[in-house]
């Protein structure tokens, strides 16, 4: 069982405002990964990170901004969010091994900006 | 560049079987995976299968693949309507840890 946890799993904000969605994991892993996703569709990676102080954009640019202080926690910020950016957001880690790169996901945070 | 390709929906009958299915073109891929999300949920790993494999059971889940023609398919049996969800296929890359990510294919229980 993948112990991924996402905080808040819902959030309704307005114009402007600044957030960070929580993500953290407690299996040890050294990559970790964040996703948006509209509703029943594809999986767009915005962020990853393959361990402590280092941090990459994804394929699909995005005005989000993450870190990774500690091996465990992988925070997404919005600086002012915008009604573009509601949507789903996935975050999900692995440990390589022998070219096995499972990700094991969270629940997801359900953001709405209006 | 790498892509993976599903359809967006199969339809079927509960108590049928339903194959989903998958092409993709990094013939470099090690693995490929099979993950199921259900609405409102995160995804969660239904199967995997090593690249030299040709087939996987596990219980009702049937993977298949053909290196050949880079297909891979997912089989489930005794379809029920607690597998309504959303596949997605995904192939790993091993140049830089990650996963290309099929669309999904919604897979729709008709009574």
């Known amino acids: 069982e993948a112990d991924i946890y996402q905080t808040p799993r819902y959030l309704v904000i307005g114009t402007g405002k600044k957030i960070t969605l929580e993500c953290s994991q407690t299996?040890?892993?050294?990559?970790m990964y964040w996703y948006q996703q509209d509703p029943g569709m594809e999986l767009h990676l915005i962020h990853y990170s393959y361990g402590v102080n280092s941090t990459e954009k994804g394929d699909l640019s995005s005005e989000s901004t993450v870190s990774r202080i500690r091996t465990e926690h992988f925070p997404l910020t919005l600086e002012s969010a915008r009604p573009s950016h509601t949507s789903q957001y996935l975050c999900a880690s692995s440990e390589s091994t022998s070219g096995n790169y499972e990700q094991y996901f969270g629940p997801g945070t359900r953001l709405t900006v209006t | 560049g790498e892509d993976v390709e599903q359809s967006l929906f199969l339809s079927v009958r509960e108590g049928d079987s339903s194959v989903i299915n998958c092409t993709y073109t990094?013939?470099?891929?090690?693995?490929l995976y099979w993950y199921k999300q259900e609405p409102g949920a995160g995804l969660q790993l239904l199967t995997y299968i090593f690249s030299n494999m040709d087939m996987k059971q596990d219980q009702r889940l049937t993977v298949l693949l053909n290196k050949k023609d880079k297909h891979l398919s997912l089989r489930i049996a005794d379809t029920q309507t607690g597998d309504s969800a959303i596949y997605f296929c995904?192939?790993?890359?091993?140049?830089?840890?990650?996963?290309?990510w099929g669309a999904g294919t919604k897979l729709i229980i008709k009574p």
């Open positions: 299996m040890g892993h050294d990559k």
């Open positions: 990094d013939s470099s891929s090690t693995y």
């Open positions: 995904a192939e790993s890359m091993d140049s830089n840890y990650q996963l290309i």
